[in-house]
Antibody, heavy 123, light 111 residues
């Protein structure tokens, strides 16, 4: 069974930093592109960042570019999101999600999600 | 610019069927999408990948009551024999040159 378990959320002051983690199990992590998606309270889903299976290709939403760094450790089946210069508008539940892959082709569509970790930016 | 448009809300009676719509912006009618369900206070759940030819690949454990189809730039999610646990937010998703795109979501109420 595919499992994605996020951790690292919490309360942080504006301007502060936080590192989120996502522990993956139940599949060959190193073969899949991975993603972070967030959801502000009462709002819809917002894509944050993506990283290719090897880590060689990385993409960010404009809203976090320059403030967030996505990374992964395939030896430890883990995905990370380092967030700096946090703002109130970064307050959200952060989900990690796996790309859909079939027949050797991967699509930037998400076929498994974690349960999320809450980040609250407030003084 | 690639945009996915969904109606904010929809409702139908217990046991009825409903079709939710996700519309691709002009010039983007050949994009595949995914549908996701988010029940209250839960994380999103992948329902299906909906291809441009109307075929779809559902996630593990997704009931046969859920199906997908296309018409031009419109992508549909049909839920038949509505049950109370189908009351949820439904999001469509695709990707483009600017990154991954989500629709605004449709809140489905089961009456």
């Amino acid at each position: 069974e595919v499992q994605l378990v996020e951790s690292g959320g919490g309360l942080v002051k504006p301007g502060g930093s936080l590192r989120l983690s996502c522990a993956a199990s139940g599949f060959t992590f190193r073969r899949y592109n991975m993603n972070w998606v967030r959801q502000a309270p009462g709002k819809g889903l917002e894509w944050v960042s993506s990283i290719s299976s090897s880590g060689s290709h990385i993409y960010y939403a404009d809203s976090v570019k320059g403030r967030c760094t996505i990374s992964r450790d395939n030896a430890y089946n883990s995905l990370y999101l380092e967030m700096t210069s946090l703002r109130a508008e970064d307050t959200a539940v952060y989900y990690c999600a796996r790309d859909y892959c079939s027949g050797g082709t991967c699509y930037r569509l998400f076929d498994n999600w974690g349960q999320g970790t809450l980040v609250t930016v407030s003084s | 610019q690639l945009v996915l448009t969904q109606s904010p809300s929809a409702s139908a009676s217990l046991g009825a069927s409903i079709r939710l719509t996700c519309t691709l912006s002009s010039g983007h009618s050949n994009y595949a999408i995914a549908w996701h369900q988010q029940q209250p206070d839960k994380g999103p759940r992948y329902l299906m990948k909906l291809n441009t030819d109307g075929s779809h690949t559902k996630g593990d454990g997704i009931p046969d009551r859920f199906s997908g189809s296309n018409s031009g730039a419109e992508r549909y999610l049909t839920i038949s024999s509505l049950q109370s646990e189908d009351e949820a937010d439904y999001y469509c998703q695709t990707w483009g040159t600017s990154g991954v795109i989500f629709g605004g979501g449709t809140k489905l109420t089961v009456l």
